[in-house]
């Protein structure tokens, strides 16, 4: 009888079934994998929600004016002071031009002059058109007087009536070279062109001052018994500001109180340089409790004109190549390519190939891959 060496053959029969056991894994695995995967659904909402969102806005004056001197002269009275409360029409700053007030009567002397000449041109002319009638009644006796003096008549009253019309316009351009000089001289006075208070004054007594904007301006006049709150509305919302809205706001200077306005106007066009589009709320500030400058944050009411579509954030998946949602189709896995809008809590607005009821992968990501078997 043959010996059988044990020690050999249990190395084999070790080795058969590992390679059996692990062709057994391979199968269970490969059978995983063609497996269709199991996730959470969810579905595509169709809202109308409204919803706060809040940007900064800044509150500016009703009205604002920088003034400044028309003439050049000395400022001989300033009747203002920063923060006096002055009335439309109210003389603010008296200057002295010397050579204005000369120029004046210069125009004065030259206008009665011009006048005087129409009242001799006048007179002439009035002389020779009663010599020419004469000379035409004595003609009617034959050769009373000669054809030539006739002539030489009527071109004389001509002439004349020629110069009246000269004199005429040379009394209106007159007219006209003072009454610009009387503006000037209204220029030395400068008044205030509305109610409101002077917020900032650069000039006293004696000050020379020129004429234009050259350099600070002598006094600044707002109004502020209403203010624009003026805020800049981002592209996403610029559609959704209705003609009605109220906003509320808040200033660090009142922390404690909230503030109202209306929507009184808007600019209907995006700002180039920031995308978005200036409105303005009136606030009324009769007592004078805000501050023109005042920075303050506004809680905006934005709704859309309709209902639009929305799905979980987690549904989303934006990749450097595009957004977009995971949709069952059958049991495939479809990538739709959206575009994104507002965010309601846990939602946000999408815009694309998709209609409310469709069915979406809640907790997308790139590694459920198009065309890719899925199983609810």
Same mark, same amino acid.
């Given at each position: 009888?043959k010996?059988?060496?044990?020690?050999?053959?249990?190395?084999?029969?070790?080795?058969f079934y590992?390679? @059996?056991?692990?062709?057994?894994e391979?199968?269970? @695995?490969?059978?995983?994998?063609?497996?269709?995967? #199991?996730?959470?659904?969810t579905?595509?909402?169709e809202?109308q929600?409204?919803?706060?969102?809040?940007?900064p806005? !800044?509150?500016?004056p009703?009205?604002?004016?920088?003034l400044?001197? &028309?003439v050049k002269?000395?400022?001989?009275?300033?009747k203002?002071?920063?923060?006096?409360?002055v009335?439309k029409?109210?003389? $603010?700053?008296?200057?002295?031009?010397?050579?204005?007030v000369s +120029?004046?009567?210069q125009?004065?002397?030259?206008?009665?002059?011009?006048?005087?000449?129409?009242?001799?041109?006048?007179?002439?002319?009035?002389?020779? #058109?009663l @010599?020419?009638?004469?000379?035409?009644?004595?003609?009617?006796?034959?050769?009373?007087?000669? $054809?030539?003096?006739?002539?030489q008549?009527?071109?004389?009253?001509?002439?004349? *009536?020629a110069?009246?019309?000269?004199?005429?316009?040379?009394?209106?351009a007159?007219?006209?070279?003072l009454?610009?000089?009387?503006?000037?001289?209204?220029? $030395?006075?400068?008044?205030?062109?509305?109610?409101g208070?002077?917020?900032?004054?650069?000039?006293?007594?004696?000050?020379?001052?020129?004429?234009?904007e050259?350099?600070?301006?002598?006094?600044?006049?707002?109004d502020?018994?209403?203010? #624009?709150?003026?805020v800049?509305?981002? +592209?996403?919302y610029?559609?959704?500001?209705?003609?009605?809205?109220?906003? !509320?706001?808040m200033v660090n200077?009142i922390?404690?109180?909230?503030?109202?306005?209306?929507?009184?106007?808007?600019?209907? *066009?995006?700002?180039?340089? &920031?995308?978005?589009?200036?409105?303005?709320?009136?606030?009324?500030?009769?007592k004078?409790?805000?501050?023109?400058?005042m920075?303050?944050?506004v809680?905006?009411?934005?709704e859309?004109?309709?209902?639009? $579509?929305?799905?979980?954030?987690?549904? =989303?998946?934006?990749?450097?190549?595009? =957004?977009?949602?995971?949709r069952l189709?059958?049991?495939?896995?479809?990538?739709?390519?959206?575009?994104?809008?507002?965010?309601?809590?846990?939602?946000?607005?999408?815009?694309?190939e998709?209609?409310?009821?469709?069915?979406?992968?809640?907790?997308?990501? +790139?590694?459920?891959?198009?065309?890719?078997?899925?199983q609810?």
């Amino acid at each position: 009888m043959k010996r059988i060496n044990y020690w050999l053959i249990l190395p084999a029969m070790a080795s058969f079934y590992a390679c @059996t056991s692990a062709g057994s894994e391979n199968k269970k @695995t490969e059978t995983k994998a063609a497996a269709p995967a #199991r996730l959470e659904m969810t579905e595509v909402r169709e809202m109308q929600p409204s919803k706060n969102v809040t940007l900064p806005a !800044e509150l500016l004056p009703w009205n604002r004016v920088n003034l400044y001197a &028309k003439v050049k002269g000395f400022a001989s009275q300033v009747k203002v002071d920063r923060g006096t409360w002055v009335r439309k029409g109210q003389v $603010l700053v008296q200057l002295d031009a010397p050579e204005v007030v000369s +120029e004046v009567n210069q125009a004065q002397a030259q206008v009665q002059a011009q006048q005087a000449n129409l009242i001799q041109q006048q007179s002439k002319y009035r002389a020779s #058109r009663l @010599t020419y009638r004469r000379l035409v009644e004595t003609n009617r006796m034959e050769g009373a007087v000669s $054809l030539n003096e006739i002539d030489q008549a009527q071109s004389r009253m001509d002439a004349d *009536s020629a110069l009246v019309m000269v004199a005429q316009e040379g009394v209106q351009a007159a007219r006209a070279n003072l009454r610009s000089k009387q503006d000037l001289k209204h220029y $030395l006075t400068i008044t205030a062109p509305f109610d409101g208070v002077i917020i900032e004054r650069n000039i006293s007594p004696g000050a020379l001052v020129g004429a234009g904007e050259a350099g600070k301006p002598l006094l600044v006049l707002e109004d502020t018994r209403t203010l #624009r709150l003026t805020v800049a509305i981002p +592209e996403a919302y610029a559609n959704q500001l209705h003609k009605k809205s109220q906003v !509320e706001f808040m200033v660090n200077a009142i922390p404690e109180r909230v503030f109202k306005g209306s929507l009184a106007r808007s600019a209907e *066009s995006l700002q180039q340089d &920031k995308r978005s589009m200036m409105a303005e709320f009136d606030i009324p500030n009769a007592k004078g409790e805000l501050k023109s400058g005042m920075y303050a944050q506004v809680k905006l009411p934005v709704e859309r004109s309709q209902a639009t $579509l929305f799905v979980p954030k987690t549904s =989303v998946v934006t990749s450097s190549e595009k =957004v977009f949602v995971i949709r069952l189709n059958g049991d495939k896995a479809q990538w739709v390519t959206v575009d994104t809008g507002n965010t309601l809590d846990s939602l946000i607005e999408v815009f694309g190939e998709v209609k409310a009821g469709d069915v979406l992968v809640k907790k997308a990501s +790139e590694e459920i891959r198009d065309g890719q078997s899925l199983q609810k």
